[in-house]
């Protein structure tokens, strides 16, 4: 398994900006698709934003418009510019990732085979 390892998890203010990064060791083919998921205290782990290979992205509603995701294909990262942030954007969030397009993974977690440990976020009012 090709570890992923997210970091610029922490507290901020709402309204305020947090920038996520994974760093991997996979390639194109292994990680066709990357994402990030959150899971707040108590709740699923749902799907935040996804990226295909070849630029196609991907994202749930609550964050559009808010939330840009983004990748370094040559510096091995994914990365997660939010701004706009509100207190529902409390969670610990992770990156994931899979060989296969987005349409044949969706957002169901389980699709998705490989994930980092997590990096938390946290939204003061």
């Known amino acids: 398994q090709v570890p992923l390892v997210e970091s610029g998890g922490g507290s901020v203010q709402a309204g305020g900006s947090l920038r996520l990064s994974c760093a991997h060791s996979?390639?194109?083919?292994?990680?066709?698709?990357m994402g990030w998921f959150r899971q707040a205290p108590g709740k699923e782990r749902e799907g935040v934003a996804a990226?295909?290979?070849?630029?196609?992205?991907y994202y749930v509603d609550s964050v559009k418009g808010r939330f840009t995701i983004s990748q370094d294909n040559a510096k091995k990262a994914l990365y997660l510019q939010m701004n706009r942030l509100s207190p529902e954007d409390t969670a610990m969030y992770y990156c994931?990732?899979?060989?296969?397009?987005?349409?044949?993974?969706?957002?169901?977690?389980?699709?998705?085979?490989?994930w980092g440990q997590g990096t938390q976020v946290t939204v003061s009012s």
């Open positions: 996979g390639n194109t083919y292994t990680y066709y698709t």
């Open positions: 990226i295909e290979t070849g630029g196609g992205t």
């Open positions: 994931a990732a899979a060989s296969y397009r987005f349409w044949l993974l969706g957002w169901g977690a389980s699709a998705w085979p490989y």
